[in-house]
Structure formats: structure tokens, C-alpha cells
């Protein structure tokens, strides 16, 4: 029997199934619905964990190592599943220190959003005068202890804004503002 055969043979009696792509799944019991491939699975289980509290709001999540174990996958496969996670919202990257629930559950884009206003007060009261570089998004995440894709979110809506923008080396520096309205620096 060929490899075709058999695996026609086994989706016929229901042990596997067909997901995107034309890739082969064992048939799961489970009822998590499969979206795809198996990092989106696998982020999508630990989501609905994560929301009825398992790990609590604040706690650290298991490691990439920690669910290649649980779920008998390559630990770059359980590192894909995190940054999923992560790029959800679900979990909050703490440079150094690992992945946590955000507190009370709060989703990322709302941190994000409260950084770029303590950002925006910070230059609206002078606090970060016009031309001052902006301190490194990896300073910023262990100064205000959330992910570097959190602090990258927050300066990309003061980018947006017109608040901060990219110096001649890359850096972020505060953008001229002229009566609360933001000009480009010649």
C-alpha cells in the first residue's frame, strides 16, 4: 500500500482529517476548533485556557520548552505559538523575565495605549522637549515592564500622530510641536 493509500484510507475512517493546505491532522476529540495550522491551534487552545483563568491574570505562562513537552512539538514550534499569543494580545512579552497574563486581564493594545499617553503627557508638559531622543524600546519595557512590542505599538501611534519621529540614525526623538500641534522638523 502506497503512503497516499493509506493516508486516504485513514481520513476515510475518520482518524485524520484534511486541514488548509492540504495537511494531515489526527482527528481530535477536542472540541477546539482547528484554524489552521498547528501553532494557530495550539494558540487558540491556550487562549480559551487563558481566558477562563488558567494561569491567572499576572502569572507567567509555561515556556517554549515547557509546551514543547506538553504538547510533543519542536520547541521553534512552541516558540511560534507564543509570539502568537503574544501578537493576540493574550500574553505580554517582560524582556528578561519571560511571558505573563496581562494583570486583570488586560490586552496588550490597551497597555500600548496607556504607555503612548504617559508618553504623550511626558512631551506635552516639556518633561521630553522637542529634538530629545526617545529612550530605546528596550529600555522603555523594562522601565515600564511590558514587551518591547507593547512599547513598539505606543510609539508607533506618537509616530502616527506626528509626536515622535525617526532621527537621521533610526532613533526616536520628539517632534517639534507648535501650539499642541505637531510640525516635521526641517
Known amino acids: 500500500m502506497t503512503i497516499q493509500r493509506a493516508l486516504a484510507t485513514l481520513e476515510q475512517a475518520g482518524v485524520i482529517e484534511v486541514g488548509k493546505a492540504?495537511?494531515?491532522?489526527?482527528?481530535?476529540?477536542?472540541?477546539?476548533?482547528?484554524?489552521?495550522?498547528?501553532?494557530?491551534?495550539?494558540?487558540?487552545?491556550?487562549?480559551?485556557?487563558?481566558?477562563?483563568?488558567?494561569?491567572?491574570?499576572?502569572?507567567?505562562?509555561?515556556?517554549?520548552?515547557?509546551?514543547?513537552?506538553?504538547?510533543?512539538?519542536?520547541?521553534?514550534?512552541?516558540?511560534?505559538?507564543?509570539?502568537?499569543?503574544?501578537?493576540?494580545?493574550?500574553?505580554?512579552?517582560v524582556q528578561g523575565r519571560g511571558r505573563f497574563v496581562p494583570a486583570e486581564n488586560e490586552p496588550a493594545a490597551t497597555k500600548a495605549a496607556q504607555l503612548a499617553e504617559g508618553l504623550r503627557r511626558s512631551i506635552g508638559t516639556g518633561q521630553a522637549p522637542a529634538g530629545s531622543a526617545i529612550p530605546a524600546e528596550r529600555e522603555l519595557a523594562l522601565l515600564h515592564g511590558v514587551s518591547r512590542g507593547v512599547v513598539g505599538r505606543a510609539l508607533k501611534m506618537l509616530e502616527g500622530e506626528g509626536l515622535v519621529q525617526r532621527g537621521t540614525r533610526g532613533e526616536r526623538v520628539v517632534s517639534e510641536v507648535a501650539d499642541g500641534h505637531p510640525r516635521s522638523q526641517p
Open 22 to 93: 492540504g495537511r494531515r491532522f489526527p482527528r481530535s476529540s477536542d472540541p477546539v476548533e482547528r484554524v489552521g495550522s498547528r501553532t494557530e491551534e495550539l494558540a487558540g487552545l491556550l487562549s480559551k485556557e487563558i481566558s477562563a483563568g488558567d494561569p491567572p491574570a499576572g502569572a507567567r505562562v509555561a515556556s517554549a520548552v515547557q509546551l514543547a513537552e506538553r504538547f510533543q512539538i519542536t520547541r521553534g514550534t512552541a516558540q511560534a505559538v507564543l509570539v502568537e499569543l503574544e501578537r493576540r494580545g493574550v500574553v505580554v512579552n
